[in-house]
C-alpha cells in the first residue's frame, strides 16, 4: 500500500510489504522518521493530547508535536510532551486501515511496537 508523502496524510496501519519503504519507519533520536522519505516525521494533530487525536505524516519540523520516546519496558511510544500519552492503534483493531491516534498509555498490545536495527 503506497504511502502519500505530504503533509496531513493519514497514518494507519497495513499488511507488510517488503518492497515498500513508505510502510517503515526509523526512530531517531526523539522524531520516528518516514524509511523512504526521511524529511517526513510523525505527528500529532494540532498539538492536541486528548484521547482519539490523530497522528499524521508532516514535515519533520523538530515542534513537540513530534517528539516520541520509546518506552522499552512497554514497548510503546510515549509523546513528550505528555508522558501519560502513547501511539494506539485505535479500538485495539489489526485489520487494514486501522489509524493510528493518540490515546492515554495503558500497557495494552495496540500500544505495543518494535524496534529493529
Do not use: P
Request: one cysteine or more; aromatic letters at 12%; proline letters at 0%.
Amino acid at each position: 500500500h503506497a504511502a502519500d508523502e505530504a503533509n496531513g496524510t493519514n497514518i494507519a496501519i497495513y499488511n507488510c510489504h517488503t518492497t515498500n519503504n513508505s510502510q517503515y519507519f526509523t526512530f531517531e533520536g526523539e522524531y520516528i522518521k518516514m524509511q523512504a522519505n526521511k524529511n517526513y516525521c510523525l505527528d500529532l494533530l494540532h498539538m492536541q493530547v486528548e484521547n482519539n487525536n490523530n497522528i499524521q505524516l508532516y514535515r519533520c519540523n523538530k515542534t513537540d508535536a513530534q517528539k516520541w520516546i520509546y518506552d522499552a519496558t512497554n514497548k510503546a511510544f510515549r509523546l513528550k510532551m505528555d508522558l501519560t500519552k502513547c501511539l494506539d492503534l485505535a479500538g485495539g483493531n489489526t485489520a487494514n486501515n486501522t489509524n493510528i491516534q493518540l490515546y492515554d498509555c495503558n500497557g495494552s498490545t495496540s500500544q505495543q511496537f518494535e524496534i529493529y536495527e
